[in-house]
C-alpha cells in the first residue's frame, strides 16, 4: 500500500449518487492495467490455509511499486474502486474456496455504503460469497481522523464483510483506534515479527497486544514470519494465523501453495529458509 495521509475530506468523486458503481470500476479509465498476486494467510494449527491476500502488480506481474506510483488524488478513489472488482473477479477465476483479503484506501472514501456497493456487485456477478471477503486497512500510514475510519470499519462490517487492521504497532492510532472499533482480525506489523524469538521487547509488546485482543475477542495473524523460530515463538503464545515467505511467496494471478517444512514438527527447512543460509 502507498503511504496516504488519512484525514476527513469533502472529496467526492461522483457528485450524483445515481451513477452506476460499474462506472467507477472500469481499469481501463485509469490509463494503466493491473492485476494481483496471491499469499496464502495459513491456520498452522489446522494446517491449512485460512485465507489469500490480494497483491496488485502490474499487468505481466511486475512490482507494486510500478503501480503505486501512478495513482494519485484525480485517481485515487477509482484505482481503490477497480482494485476490488479485479481482486474478486480473478480469485473466483481461480478457484478460490478460502478467504479473500483486500486492501483498501480508506481516504479515498466518502460515502462507505456507495464503495460497498461496487464490492457486492463484484461479490454477486462473480458468484463470490460476501462472507468470504476481508478488508484490510492499514496501520501503517498517518491516520489523523480514527473515529471516521473506525466508522467506516462499522459500515463494511454491518454488511457482512470481515474486517482487518493492518500492519498493527507500526503506525499512529494504535491503541486508540481499538478503543474506536474492534474489528475481526489484526495483523501484526513485520517489524513486530522479525527476530521476535531472541527479542525480550518484541516477545514483551506481542504478549500485551494478544492479551488486549484475546479480551476483545479479535483475531491475530503474524505476518512476514521468515523462520521456524518465529512461527514457533508465535505458536507457543497461542497464534495460529501466520503469513510470510516460510508458507509461501506471493503467486502472480495463481494461488500460492504451502511450502515443504513450513508446518511445525515437519523436520524439514522451507524453501525460504533454504534460501536464507
Known amino acids: 500500500m502507498p503511504s496516504i495521509s488519512f484525514a476527513s475530506s469533502n472529496f ?13 470500476a472500469r481499469p481501463e479509465a485509469l ?41 494519485n488524488e484525480e485517481n485515487r478513489y477509482r484505482f481503490d474502486q477497480a482494485c476490488r472488482v479485479k481482486a474478486i473477479k480473478v480469485a473466483s477465476e481461480l478457484g478460490m474456496q478460502e478467504r479473500l483479503s483486500i486492501n483498501f484506501l480508506p481516504n479515498a472514501i466518502y460515502k462507505p455504503e456507495l464503495c460497498i456497493r461496487t464490492t457486492l456487485q463484484a461479490a454477486h456477478k462473480h458468484a463470490f460469497p460476501v462472507e468470504r471477503i476481508i478488508f484490510e486497512a492499514t496501520e501503517g500510514d498517518a491516520i489523523e481522523d ?41 495483523k501484526l506489523d513485520m517489524a513486530l515479527v522479525r527476530g521476535v524469538d531472541t527479542s525480550r521487547s518484541r516477545q514483551a509488546i506481542t504478549r500485551g497486544v494478544l492479551r488486549i485482543c484475546f479480551e476483545l475477542d479479535i483475531a491475530v495473524i503474524a505476518e512476514g514470519v521468515e523462520t521456524q523460530a518465529e512461527r514457533d515463538f508465535f505458536f507457543d503464545e497461542g497464534i495460529s494465523l501466520m503469513q510470510g515467505y516460510l508458507f509461501s511467496r506471493p503467486a502472480f494471478q495463481s494461488l500460492g501453495k504451502i511450502a515443504v517444512g513450513a508446518w511445525p514438527g515437519s ?11
Open 267 to 277: 523436520g524439514q527447512p522451507s524453501p525460504a529458509e533454504s534460501d536464507r543460509a
Open 146 to 186: 480514527g473515529k471516521r475510519l473506525a466508522s467506516i470499519l462499522t459500515e463494511y462490517k454491518r454488511t457482512g464483510f470481515l474486517t482487518a487492521i493492518d500492519d498493527f504497532g507500526a503506525g499512529y492510532a494504535g491503541l486508540n483506534l481499538l478503543a474506536d472499533f474492534q474489528p475481526d482480525i489484526i
Open 31 to 71: 490509463g494503466f492495467r493491473f492485476s494481483y498476486a496471491y499469499q496464502p494467510i495459513v491456520d498452522v494449527r489446522k494446517r491449512q490455509i485460512y485465507a489469500h491476500e490480494a497483491l496488485v502488480r502490474g499487468a505481466e506481474g511486475e512490482p507494486a511499486s510500478t503501480i503505486l506510483s501512478r495513482v
Open 12 to 24: 467526492q468523486p461522483w457528485a450524483d449518487d445515481s451513477v452506476k458503481c460499474d462506472d467507477c
